[in-house]
Structure formats: structure tokens, C-alpha cells
């Protein structure tokens, strides 16, 4: 089945660390996303690609890494520079954007701060 | 900038019931896209209707429609027999036409927590 997985589904983060999210496509999809939310907030941008190897900051993205060796993967670093990493992270792709805009979600990961 | 504001935290409506959540948003833009997602308790995120702006014909999907109001820039869904499954936090969304530059990003509301009672 094609679809969005994210992994882990829980991570726990101690202080000075950094944790990396996982997300992983078989859509073929040209486009990734990383988007934040926290509770009784809507989803707010990390960073998105559009296309191997590069990448944009969204609007919240201090504090945050990712890269895109590969057109299935866009893994998400949430360094010890963010000081308040606690929140549910989700992972979207979509595919041709000029045609077809609709982001698909993956199943998301929760992140707290031990 | 773009924004969108959902300005009802929380509805409920009882089962089988008709139910409109509303959503308004703020854009310079002529050419964009609407769409509307729903969070159920498992938290994925799932994609209800889309409306393109151009199109005045307003979308539907089975018991979900919207009315879509350009001028006014509101952007409602109305849900009709509301089902027990229907229960989950509904977000409105907005994409401005795609560009090479900036491509496609979705600005969200805050969300509307909708509780369908038996």
C-alpha cells in the first residue's frame, strides 16, 4: 500500500539532545513537509522540499534540520537549540503541484521532553 | 500573508443532524485553493473536500459540501446526517496557486473540535 510512515510514533527527548523524526513516502511524490502542532493550535510549517537535495524554512523553523538525500525520505532533527520541542509532528508529501495540490499526511510522532 | 481563522473552538450536533462549521480567511491572492481536514482522536489527518477559487461551483463530497463565498472570503462546511465517526477536529486550510519559488504551503486554522452525540 502507498502511503506515509513516520517513526517512531512516541520519541522522548532528555535535555541537550537531538532526536530525529523519521518520514518515509512510496506516493513517488516530489514534495515533503514538516509541520508542528500544539494543542488547540492549528499546524504551523517546519520546512518543506520541493525536490532532492534542497529545501525551504517555513515559518517556526528555528530550532529544526532536515535534509532530502533521497526523494523518499525527509528525516526532521529537533535540536537542543529548541527549547520547547514538546508537540505532535507531522510529515505530509504531495505530488505533481501544478495539477494536483493535495497534501497526504503520515500517521504523525509525539515528542516530549524527559 | 495569508491567514485563517476558524472562529468556533467547539460544536456538537446530535446524530443525523446537519452541521456547518465556518472558516474566513485574508489574501491578496486571485488564485488559490481551499480545503478542509479532519483529525479524528487517532490524530492522522485526512482530507475532507477541496475547493479551487476559481471555480464558483461550490465542491461536495457525499454528506460534505461547502459554501464558498469569494467576495466575502468565508469558506464553510456543512455536514449533513452527522455520523457518530464524523467526531474529530476539523481544520480549514488555505494554498495560494503554485510558484516555483515558494511552491505549495498550506496555512491552517485553529480548528474546530466537532462532537456528533447518539
Known amino acids: 500500500d502507498g502511503g506515509i510512515t513516520q517513526s517512531p510514533k512516541y520519541l522522548f527527548r532528555k535535555e541537550g539532545q537531538n532526536v530525529t523524526l523519521s518520514c518515509e513516502q512510496n506516493l513517488n511524490h516530489d514534495a515533503m513537509y514538516w509541520y508542528r502542532q500544539d494543542p488547540g493550535q492549528g499546524l504551523r510549517l517546519i520546512y518543506y522540499s520541493q525536490i532532492v537535495n534542497d529545501f525551504q524554512k517555513g515559518d517556526i523553523a528555528e530550532g529544526y534540520s532536515v535534509s532530502r538525500e533521497k526523494k523518499e525520505s525527509f528525516p526532521l532533527t529537533v535540536t537542543s537549540a529548541q527549547k520547547n520541542p514538546t508537540a505532535f509532528y507531522l510529515c505530509?508529501?504531495?505530488?505533481?503541484?501544478?495539477?494536483?495540490?493535495?497534501?497526504?499526511f503520515g500517521a504523525g510522532t509525539r515528542l516530549s521532553v524527559l | 500573508a495569508q491567514t485563517v481563522t476558524q472562529s468556533q473552538p467547539e460544536m456538537s450536533v446530535q446524530e443525523a443532524e446537519t452541521v456547518t462549521l465556518s472558516c474566513t480567511y485574508d489574501t491578496s491572492e486571485s488564485n488559490y485553493y481551499l480545503f478542509w481536514y479532519k483529525q479524528p482522536p487517532s490524530r492522522q489527518m485526512i482530507l475532507v473536500i477541496r475547493?479551487?477559487?476559481?471555480?464558483?461551483q461550490n465542491a461536495t463530497e457525499n454528506r460534505f459540501s461547502v459554501n464558498f463565498q469569494k467576495a466575502a472570503k468565508s469558506f464553510s462546511l456543512k455536514i449533513s446526517d452527522s455520523q457518530l465517526g464524523d467526531t474529530a477536529m476539523y481544520f480549514c486550510a488555505f494554498m495560494r496557486r503554485y510558484q516555483e519559488t515558494s511552491g505549495s504551503r498550506l496555512t491552517f486554522g485553529e480548528g474546530t473540535q466537532l462532537t456528533v452525540n447518539p
Open positions: 505530509a508529501s504531495s505530488g505533481d503541484l501544478r495539477v494536483k495540490n493535495i497534501q497526504y
Open positions: 475547493q479551487e477559487a476559481y471555480k464558483q
